[in-house]
């Protein structure tokens, strides 16, 4: 499982990495404005809350305990309680169209975290199925113990910003037209190198 750290970056990554470019340059940010970032974010951490709240653990004969917010359903279930509230807003159609895009993909970032550590096995299809699934390879570490005195806790956190924080800066830095296009790809090229060193250490962990 990935960090509370990590999923938040990604909620904020899939904000930058799909709003227009030119909205967010042109005018200040007001504290409005950050209402929506901050909902992505907490959409994209959401499935964790079963660390919180037991009950969100159901129990099967077959598989034990399933964490039934770590499956498309429990992940989307935010995202989908979202819709209605963003049609009823007085919104601009691409507008509306995009926070929807936003909130399905922060949702759903949750799983490809947690499964890109390569060591959770979810119940994905719950409630159609139980199975679990599985990567066999991780690019990600695991969320680790938060304690002042663990090492792996600083190596961890370390690889999973340097992996995320280039990678969406890298997307972020693409979409800006208004850079120079050669200056843009040198830039883009070494965040996205940066991301990938860092997934390469991560691949290299015992799992
Ligand atoms: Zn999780």
Not at 17 to 30: H, Y
Not at 167 to 174: F, N, T
Request: aromatic fraction near 12%; glycine fraction near 6%.
């Amino acid at each position: 499982m990935s960090s509370f750290i990590g999923h938040a970056l990604t909620g904020l990554g899939v904000y930058t990495s799909t709003q227009p470019v030119e909205k967010t340059t042109q005018r200040n940010l007001s504290l409005r404005d950050l209402l929506w970032p901050a909902w992505l974010v907490f959409v994209a951490l959401a499935p964790d809350l079963d660390y919180i709240f037991r009950s969100l653990h159901v129990w099967s004969d077959s598989m034990g305990y399933v964490r039934v917010t770590h499956s498309f359903v429990g992940c989307l279930a935010f995202p989908l309680l979202t819709l209605p509230v963003l049609s009823r807003l007085k919104l601009a159609r691409e507008t509306r169209r995009l926070c929807a895009v936003q909130v399905v993909l922060a949702g759903l970032s949750h799983l490809a975290m947690d499964l890109l550590v390569g060591v959770a096995s979810l119940s994905l299809l719950w409630p159609f199925t139980e199975r679990r699934f599985r990567l066999p390879f991780g690019i990600l570490p695991s969320g680790p113990a938060f304690r002042v005195d663990n090492f792996y806790m600083y190596r961890n956190l370390l690889i999973e910003v340097g992996a995320l924080v280039p990678l969406y800066a890298g997307i972020y830095l693409a979409r800006l037209a208004k850079l120079d296009g050669r200056k843009r790809r040198i830039g883009v090229a070494a965040l996205w190198l940066c991301s990938l060193a860092f997934m390469g250490w991560s691949f290299t962990l015992a799992r």
